[in-house]
């Protein structure tokens, strides 16, 4: 499954805590929403769950989980969409900004 195949979720919001805070977290707005359940003006809240074993493969480092409403949703992707867009090349996650949520199928 790609991103393009995927049920998307753009949340606006920022990022609260230190990268190495264990409680860091993102907190935003559903803005837009092609994922069934998941609305339009629903608060979020999207933390990084860190795994605990060393390892050699990015997807083992840990999960992005999304939880809006009763929702709770592990994420494949989590990604600010202003970045990479002409002129944009790094963002500061503690100001409000738009960002793409892909939840894992299933």
């Known amino acids: 499954m790609t991103?393009?195949?995927?049920q998307a979720i753009t949340v606006r919001g920022a990022w609260h805590g230190q990268t190495n805070d264990p409680e860091r977290h993102f907190e935003g707005t559903i803005i837009d929403s092609e994922y069934a359940g998941v609305r339009r003006?629903?608060?979020a809240r999207i933390t990084f769950g860190h795994s605990n074993a060393r390892s050699q493969n990015a997807e083992e480092h840990g999960t992005y989980t999304l939880v809006a409403?009763?929702?709770?949703l592990p994420l494949m992707s989590f990604t600010c969409r202003t970045v990479g867009t002409t002129g944009r090349h790094v963002t500061d996650e503690s100001q409000e900004?738009?960002?793409l949520a892909v939840?894992?199928?299933g």
Not at 3 to 6: G, H, L, P, T
Not at 69 to 72: A, I, T
């Open 3 to 6: 991103q393009k195949d995927a």
């Open 41 to 43: 003006g629903t608060r």
């Open 69 to 72: 409403g009763s929702r709770s």
């Open 97 to 99: 900004d738009d960002w």
């Open 103 to 105: 939840p894992l199928a």
